[in-house]
């Protein structure tokens, strides 16, 4: 089946420090990939998405490339601020109307001053 | 550009209660996903709702249970409440045609808290 690995956290950074998140997945077909984030007491929105191998998506500042041959999807940011103290998904999607939206177990940022 | 509304915001039940959880989605759109997600865990898959039909579900039992009304909302029902179903549960919508290559648009959520 699908499934997203991310790594463990929480992360704790200071602030303009350089950020990765890693995150790997196992799927069918050709999914496309994302990554959500949780502020606390809210929903999830999407920050960015990739739709095929090589695609970079960037939103915000924070990127990810769409690695077919390593299968991952690592979220990176040059520089963090306290603001984007929240919890980060991987997720993918195969291809299908039907299809579903996949999680990973999230990843915990706190940026302090 | 209403995005997804989800009502109500919170509510606490007894356990053995029955539930009915509201959401309305984005403009647009016409599929209906729901998710459970537990404290600290990343969003589990219920069930997701197109033409009013229920098309893929999760590994949930049949306790949950859904509907999509003609203008795309959706209810999501639970019964025989258990104290393992207190979470934040999500709506989320979509618009079938473009599949894979979109993500969804998440509502704020319910929290759920069964006492």
């Not at chain 2, 893929?56 to 209810?75: M, T, V």
Request: contains cysteine.
């Amino acid at each position: 089946g699908n499934s997203v690995t991310q790594m463990e956290g929480p992360v704790t950074l200071s602030e303009e420090a350089f950020l990765t998140i890693n995150c790997t997945y196992t799927a069918t077909g050709y999914p496309s990939l994302f990554w959500y984030v949780q502020y606390p007491g809210e929903g999830l929105q999407l920050l960015l998405k990739a739709t095929k191998a090589d695609d970079k998506g960037s939103n915000k500042g924070f990127e990810a490339t769409y690695r077919k041959e390593t299968t991952s999807f690592h979220l990176e940011k040059g520089s963090v601020q306290v603001s984007d103290s929240a919890v980060y998904f991987c997720a993918l999607r195969v291809p299908g109307g039907y299809q579903k939206v996949t999680f990973g177990t999230g990843t915990k940022l706190q940026v302090i001053p | 550009d209403a995005g997804v509304t989800q009502s109500p915001t919170h509510l606490i039940k007894t356990r053995g209660q029955q539930v009915t959880l509201r959401c309305s989605p984005k403009s647009g759109h016409d599929t209906v996903s729901w998710y459970q997600q537990a404290l600290g865990q990343g969003p589990q898959f219920i069930f997701q709702y197109y033409e009013e039909e229920e098309r893929q579900r999760g590994n949930f039992p049949d306790r949950f249970s859904g509907h999509q009304f003609p203008n795309y909302s959706s209810e999501l029902n639970v019964n025989a409440l258990l104290l393992g179903d207190s979470a934040l549960y999500l709506c989320a919508s979509s618009l079938f045609f473009i599949g894979g290559e979109e993500g969804y648009t998440f509502g704020s959520g319910t929290r759920l808290t069964v006492v």
